[in-house]
């Protein structure tokens, strides 16, 4: 980028009475991330030094420093020798584990994340109705024959992978891949105890309806299964 370029881009941040100066740097992560999401700063974009960043900001350096290590943790940026900072490309499974770097199951977490499943899975469920591949099938069956000795908890986590991925929506998928580690503390939860027959009962309904192509019928059941988990969540939390 030209040096006219990022005069245009930056601009110097608000003052806010209410914190402190040491806390500026969270205003400039709030401006340099607006103006990758706008699309102002691309993949592969150079970002100015610490010194124009601090004049373009009207802060000293040590917030644009801080912002800056803070970026490069959450993969937003990266330092590349005899270049500079360098915008990179996101990867969003990789920044949502990083955001939510130690999360841990509890009450409310585990009922908001069944909710979060609750909007993206019956949807990505249906999709896969019209968009698996015979191979994307073959995966989702399966995983309802895995090995005995296969914990319960990885037999369901392969199942919902395997259906994620055969509606071929890629953010949809790394946003799933996110929610992985999380997805396994829930299920080592909330399956102690249940299904000794194996699998859910609810896997094979979905599968033959992905099958025949039956959307709807798909949806529904995946709805089905997310919302008897849930109230299965709920039970066992408010137990505890």
């Known amino acids: 980028m030209s040096k006219e370029k990022n005069a245009l881009a930056f601009k110097a941040i608000e003052r806010d009475t209410s914190i402190s100066s040491d806390k500026y ?59 500079g900072m360098i915008i990179r490309h996101i990867e969003v499974s990789s920044l949502l584990s990083k955001v939510f770097f130690g999360m841990s199951i509890t009450q409310d977490t585990a009922i908001q994340l069944m909710d979060i499943r609750l909007l993206l899975e019956p949807y990505a469920t249906e999709q896969a109705a019209k968009n698996a591949t015979e191979s994307d099938l073959e995966q989702i069956r399966l995983t309802l024959h895995e090995p005995s000795t296969t914990p319960v908890a990885d037999q369901s986590i392969d199942f919902h992978s395997a259906v994620i991925h055969a509606s071929h929506n890629v953010l949809l998928e790394e946003i799933y891949k996110f929610l992985y580690s999380l997805l396994r503390q829930l299920r080592e939860a909330n399956l102690e105890g249940r299904y000794d027959d194996g699998p859910y009962m609810f896997h094979g309904k979905i599968y033959e309806a992905l099958k025949n192509r039956q959307g709807v019928s798909a949806r529904y059941l995946m709805q089905a299964h997310l919302e008897e988990e849930k109230a299965h969540s709920f039970s066992r939390f408010s137990n505890t």
Request: charged share 25%; net charge negative; hydrophobic share 40%.
């Open 25 to 83: 740097y969270e205003k400039i992560i709030a401006e340099i991330s607006d103006l990758i999401i706008s699309g102002a700063l691309s993949p592969g974009d150079k970002l100015p030094s610490e010194r124009e960043l601090a004049e373009y900001f009207e802060t000293s350096r040590v917030p644009v420093r801080e912002a800056l290590k803070i970026l490069g943790f959450l993969g937003l940026v990266q330092y590349v020798p005899g270049k």
